[in-house]
């Protein structure tokens, strides 16, 4: 298979090492705001879908003549292009804290979209949520590991693709009554997307594009991330647009960097672990506000 934990950069010095590393920002930027607009569009999209479709690979069908979904899916599409190549040449320590402090911004858009006022103590547990997973993604030492583990990446899909099949058939009537629990397998499931991209990502700058095209990880890349968007999709579904979200986009990171750490052989904390693990408590403690107040707001609406 190759090396697949050699760091995603290219070589020091040099103008194009200085271009690379604007680039891999530039980028991971530009799919936050692209997955933020797409997020807004797709839960306006989906809350019109009636629940007996939710998880069911149908489901994207049954959204396909939805022009704010297929406007959303184009803007994730395009967002998803731009975190594959930031994935390419930079690391994850680099790309993911960016896209993290995305989802304030698609919170703020879909108020704006709805022409509501944003709750006070909402907006800071939105805020703290992002800087927390920001901050436990930078204090990670920098870089990736340089031990690869083809099994272990091998197995990992395998699980993947299992944990997504499952919830689209035989856990489905399962999951349909804890929603929570759609958004952490969704997210889960988009934690190890990111984890093939990268591996497809250094194949590609390594053998080139004719064997990233006939390599099983970016089949199992597209298919893994199907499921994913089946069950993330589905797990918007009546619910509270903040907490959804935050959800997912916490989640997502830090089931990455687990991945990342029994893939690639990289640390999940750095040296300072009482400091990363202040910034989990902290995004967790946020998320259960959040889930409070949605829950608070669904008991005073029934």
């Not at 997973?133 to 993947?160: K, M």
């Not at 934690?191 to 089949?219: C, I, K, M, N």
């Not at 298919?223 to 589905?234: D, H, I, N, Y």
């Given at each position: 298979?190759?090396p697949l934990?050699?760091a995603?950069?290219?070589?020091a010095?040099?103008?194009?090492?200085?271009?690379s590393?604007?680039?891999?920002?530039?980028l991971?930027?530009?799919?936050?705001?692209l997955y933020?607009l797409?997020a807004?569009l797709?839960?306006?999209a989906?809350?019109?879908?009636?629940q007996?479709?939710?998880?069911h690979v149908?489901?994207l069908a049954a959204l396909a003549?939805?022009r704010?979904?297929?406007?959303?899916?184009a803007?994730?599409l395009?967002?998803g292009v731009g975190?594959f190549f930031?994935?390419?040449?930079?690391a994850?320590d680099?790309v993911?804290?960016?896209?993290?402090?995305g989802f304030p911004?698609s919170?703020?858009?879909?108020?704006?979209?709805n022409?509501?006022?944003?709750?006070?103590?909402?907006s800071v547990a939105?805020?703290?949520?992002?800087?927390?997973?920001?901050?436990f993604?930078?204090?990670?030492?920098p870089g990736?590991?340089?031990?690869?583990s083809?099994q272990?990446?091998?197995?990992?899909?395998?699980?993947?693709?299992?944990v997504?099949?499952a919830a689209?058939?035989?856990a489905?009537?399962?999951?349909?009554?804890?929603n929570?629990?759609?958004?952490?397998?969704g997210?889960?499931?988009?934690?190890?997307?990111?984890?093939?991209?990268r591996?497809v990502g250094?194949?590609?700058?390594r053998?080139?594009?004719?064997?990233?095209?006939t390599?099983?990880?970016?089949?199992?890349?597209l298919?893994?991330g199907g499921l994913?968007?089946v069950?993330?999709q589905?797990?918007l579904?009546?619910?509270?647009?903040?907490s959804a979200?935050?959800?997912?986009?916490v989640v997502?990171?830090?089931?990455?960097?687990?991945?990342a750490?029994?893939?690639?052989?990289?640390?999940?904390?750095?040296?300072d672990?009482?400091l990363?693990a202040?910034?989990?408590?902290?995004?967790?403690v946020s998320l259960?506000?959040?889930?409070?107040?949605?829950?608070s707001?669904?008991?005073?609406?029934?």
């Amino acid at each position: 298979c190759g090396p697949l934990t050699t760091a995603l950069k290219i070589p020091a010095g040099g103008r194009w090492s200085r271009l690379s590393g604007e680039m891999v920002i530039l980028l991971a930027l530009g799919s936050a705001v692209l997955y933020a607009l797409a997020a807004v569009l797709q839960f306006n999209a989906v809350n019109r879908v009636g629940q007996e479709w939710s998880l069911h690979v149908r489901f994207l069908a049954a959204l396909a003549h939805n022009r704010k979904f297929l406007a959303g899916g184009a803007l994730e599409l395009a967002g998803g292009v731009g975190q594959f190549f930031a994935l390419k040449y930079g690391a994850v320590d680099t790309v993911l804290p960016i896209l993290a402090c995305g989802f304030p911004l698609s919170i703020a858009i879909n108020y704006k979209w709805n022409d509501e006022a944003m709750p006070l103590m909402e907006s800071v547990a939105i805020v703290v949520a992002s800087a927390s997973v920001a901050g436990f993604l930078l204090v990670r030492p920098p870089g990736i590991g340089t031990s690869e583990s083809y099994q272990a990446l091998a197995f990992g899909t395998v699980a993947s693709m299992s944990v997504g099949l499952a919830a689209v058939s035989i856990a489905r009537p399962l999951l349909a009554r804890f929603n929570v629990a759609k958004s952490v397998v969704g997210a889960c499931l988009l934690g190890y997307v990111a984890v093939l991209e990268r591996a497809v990502g250094v194949q590609w700058s390594r053998r080139g594009t004719a064997v990233v095209v006939t390599s099983w990880e970016l089949y199992a890349l597209l298919a893994v991330g199907g499921l994913a968007l089946v069950v993330v999709q589905s797990s918007l579904q009546d619910r509270v647009f903040r907490s959804a979200i935050a959800l997912v986009a916490v989640v997502e990171p830090i089931s990455a960097v687990g991945f990342a750490a029994a893939i690639f052989n990289e640390p999940v904390f750095g040296s300072d672990h009482r400091l990363a693990a202040i910034f989990v408590s902290a995004a967790i403690v946020s998320l259960a506000y959040l889930a409070f107040r949605e829950r608070s707001a669904g008991s005073r609406c029934g």
